[in-house]
């Protein structure tokens, strides 16, 4: 198993510019989600998914996109970058029956510029 | 909803001594909780989590943590502290009268000196 993967590792984006964070799993978790860490603040949840087809928002959604059309993928989306998020994103996953063991992707650092 | 204190943004301690790193939690179900660790430019691996069996968890590289349901407390301890220590240590709570969302604390930062 690969576990969570994430794709860039690092990015860097002019203000205005749009991106897409890619984040996959091979464990068939239903539950996936996008953290942002920044200094001083810890994580904090963006967005997050229970199944295909379902997302709902977390504690700092705005500015940010996701869908979730297979299992395995849950791609994080930046319409319009603006330099506060400037930050490093982490994608998790989890088993609904297993809410105690969630798995952290190795982040993508995004510098905008 | 849950919350997480992290008390001690940085925390030094010397080579072999003691480290105490904080965590104090609210939460109004049992909660699950969890020390996870950050070395420089990496990602978050799990030290030990808490998931209502026994009080006191034993996790990787010698870390433990004891919780205190009457002091809402998840105190992350080693009993001597090595070079390798040094890294951002974060507390996360998470319940199900929340969907298991997880909360982090801000984390604290750990030094070790020789």
């Known amino acids: ?113 | 909803a849950q919350s997480v204190t992290q008390l001690g943004s940085h925390v030094s301690v010397s080579e072999g001594a003691l480290v105490l790193l904080r965590c104090n939690y609210s939460s109004s179900v049992p909660p699950y909780l969890f020390w996870y660790v950050q070395y420089p430019n990496q990602g978050l691996q799990l030290l030990l989590k808490y998931t209502s069996a026994a009080t006191l968890v034993k996790g990787i590289n010698g870390f433990e943590a004891e919780f205190k349901k009457s002091e809402t407390s998840f105190h992350l301890t080693k009993p001597s502290a090595h070079m390798s220590d040094a890294a951002e240590y974060f507390c996360a709570v998470s319940a199900p009268n929340t969907g298991n969302q997880f909360y982090f604390g801000t984390g604290t930062s750990l030094t070790v000196i020789p």
């Open chain 1, 1 to 113: 198993n690969a576990g969570v993967t994430q794709t860039p590792k690092f990015q860097v984006l002019k203000t205005g510019q749009s991106m897409t964070l890619q984040c996959a799993q091979d464990m068939n978790h239903e539950y996936m989600s996008w953290y942002r860490q920044d200094p001083g603040m810890g994580l904090r949840l963006i967005h997050y998914s229970v199944g295909a087809g379902i997302t709902d928002q977390g504690e700092v959604p705005n500015g940010y996109n996701v869908s979730r059309s297979t299992t395995e993928d849950f791609p994080l989306r930046l319409l319009s970058a603006a330099p506060s998020q400037t930050s490093v994103y982490f994608c998790a996953s989890r088993e609904d029956s297993r809410p105690y063991e969630q798995y952290f992707g190795p982040g993508t650092r995004l510098t905008v510029t």
